[in-house]
């Protein structure tokens, strides 16, 4: 059997976020008993507890330079882990952190990646992986001969593993600090209370370019659907999505959104989210946006047409109602 290693990273507070661990579930499905962990981070001693319960050997690498995420001390930390594990299989979840780093790290060590992986198993003893192709449409079950191998596991495939905290052995793994010619001196971001992209939200609210034309009094009220989106959102904190008509507008002369980007954009040529329940409002339900439905659980949608998109098979409930109306009231329910 292959020696496999699960590479986490830590939080400000050294412990484990949730896609890293969703990881620990999709990785024991390949190592149930003979997994390795490799933790980075300032602290790691939070997160090997709550892991202690499903690996066999924890690595870590620590110290205030790979509190902050960089290339080149990450990719100095995982490289160095990889090489104490001896691993030929190395996972991890597809966080920003290491999806811009472990292809660099593969390479370093002459080995394959593969990316956006859903599940993991194995098939007539060897490992393999499920992947998605083609905007979600076709699914693929891979195998390589390449060592090592390195897959990247998508958020919100597997349930986060449930172990409760345990005794942990660390083995320190040293470093040599690379040099670095960046500095990190703080982060800005918006108000919590602002934020529209929320991955780990139960709802995905979509609204599609039915909220920037001509309403039933023959004028447009994108300032009023605006307000209404955002006190939504505010009330359920849900997490904002848009179709691709509605966030191309703003290069169209239209009326826009303001609270809308391409970062919202969910579809064919936007993204994929995996949130339990689904609200689509003002959107036609075609197939490129309602691909990046495929893995919503539940789909609602409100629109005026009964024979719109949403309304062949692409929904469970469709409400025939103006969107105006009925977010108003939930706004009101929901305060």
């Excluded at 290069?251 to 303001?258: R, T």
């Excluded at 005026?304 to 009231?329: H, I, N, T």
């Amino acid at each position: 059997m292959e020696k496999i290693l699960l590479l986490l990273h830590t939080e400000p507070d050294g412990s484990l976020a949730r896609p890293a661990l969703e990881a620990v579930t999709a990785a024991q499905a390949l190592a149930p008993h003979r997994l390795t962990i490799g933790l980075i981070g300032a602290s790691v001693d939070t997160g090997a507890a709550q892991a202690a319960g499903c690996s066999t050997r924890i690595l870590a690498v620590t110290g205030e330079p790979f509190a902050q995420s960089r290339y080149a001390t990450d990719a100095a930390a995982a490289e160095a882990l990889c090489r104490a594990a001896e691993a030929e299989l190395v996972l991890a979840p597809s966080t920003a952190r290491w999806s811009r780093v472990l292809p660099g790290v593969a390479l370093r060590l002459n080995g394959r990646i593969d990316t956006h992986a859903t599940a993991l198993a194995r098939q007539n003893g060897v490992p393999a992986v499920t992947r998605w192709f083609y905007r979600q449409r076709i699914e693929a079950v891979l195998t390589r001969a390449q060592r090592p191998w390195f897959i990247l596991l998508d958020p919100g495939c597997c349930a986060p593993y449930p172990g409760a905290p345990g005794a942990a052995q660390i083995e320190t793994v040293v470093v040599e600090t690379p040099a670095c010619r960046t500095a990190v001196t703080g982060i800005q971001a918006p108000p919590a209370g602002e934020q529209t992209i929320r991955p780990d939200a139960k709802l995905l609210f979509v609204a599609g370019a039915g909220w920037t034309k001509k309403q039933s009094d023959g004028a447009v009220h994108a300032a009023e659907a605006e307000q209404l989106i955002l006190g939504f959102l505010h009330a359920s904190q849900g997490s904002l999505g848009g179709s691709k008509s509605l966030v191309d507008q703003s290069g169209e002369g239209e009326a826009v959104l303001k609270c809308m980007t391409h970062l919202n954009q969910v579809g064919q040529t936007g993204s994929t989210p995996r949130h339990p329940k689904g609200l689509s409002t003002c959107c036609h339900g075609e197939e490129p946006h309602t691909v990046g439905w495929r893995f919503v659980t539940e789909r609602r949608a409100i629109n005026l047409d009964p024979s719109c998109g949403w309304a062949r098979g692409k929904a469970d409930v469709l409400y025939v109602a103006d969107a105006f109306q009925v977010l108003r009231e939930l706004i009101a329910i929901l305060r």
